[in-house]
């Protein structure tokens, strides 16, 4: 009973501090290659829409394995995905130092990503380590693709966003390489398609909302 509550209090205050809380880097913000350039309105806009889909995968990167933790059994698996969630907090802290440095906002719907993205990973998890890590490296590899994309859409004068997605995208791909050693399971077809539409819906709606 003692170790449920405790499970609870320390889900409750995973999402309380994702979603409210100033985040806070381990590591310095990484250097852009060069200075960054002057944005036009429309340019810092949507250089600005792009940040706001990163941080809203953050959210969810969190939300996914704050929830994996909780449902795996294994103590060492449950220290990988806490792990991986202090490592996303980097990214979560840099996405919305670009953000403030924009002059743009976090999505008004982060709380409701948070919770689709929990309910994701504990669905995976209740059909075990291997599925849920198999889950995770889907999605890393979904997300590092998504990563590229930005990356081709990016304003040439924000350098600065630039040099955190390319080390965000370097830290999704060890992260999915991570599970595939860890004893993660190929995902169906079916899945892997679901999964797409899913990130294709939000990425859509975080972008202007």
């Known amino acids: 009973m003692t ?21 806070h880097s381990t590591r310095t913000p990484p250097a852009p290659e060069t200075p960054p350039g002057p944005l036009s309105e429309t340019e810092r806009r949507e250089a600005g829409a792009l940040m706001r889909v990163n941080h809203v995968g953050e959210i969810c990167a969190q ?13 060492v698996l449950r220290r990988h995905f806490d792990e991986a969630a202090r490592e996303e907090t980097d990214h979560l802290a840099w996405t919305q130092q670009r953000l403030d440095d924009l002059g743009s906002h976090a999505s008004v719907l982060n709380p409701l990503w948070y919770l ?9 998890g209740r059909f075990g380590d291997a599925t849920s890590l198999g889950f995770v490296a889907e999605t890393e590899r979904q997300v590092e693709a998504h990563l590229d994309g930005h990356l081709d859409r990016l304003p040439a004068g924000d350098s600065a ?26 995902l169906p077809a079916p899945a892997k398609a679901a999964m797409r539409m899913a990130s294709r819906v939000m990425t859509t709606v975080a972008h202007r909302v």
């Open 161 to 186: 966003s630039r040099a955190v997605i390319q080390q965000m995208k370097l830290d999704e791909a060890r992260h999915a390489a991570q599970a595939w050693q860890a004893g993660a399971k190929e």
């Open 3 to 23: 170790r449920s509550l405790d499970s609870v209090l320390a889900v409750a205050d995973a999402a309380l501090r994702t979603l409210f809380a100033k985040p």
């Open 63 to 75: 939300a996914l394995y704050t929830a994996q933790a909780a449902v795996t059994r294994d103590p």
């Open 116 to 124: 689709g993205a929990f309910g994701l990973g504990l669905v995976a």
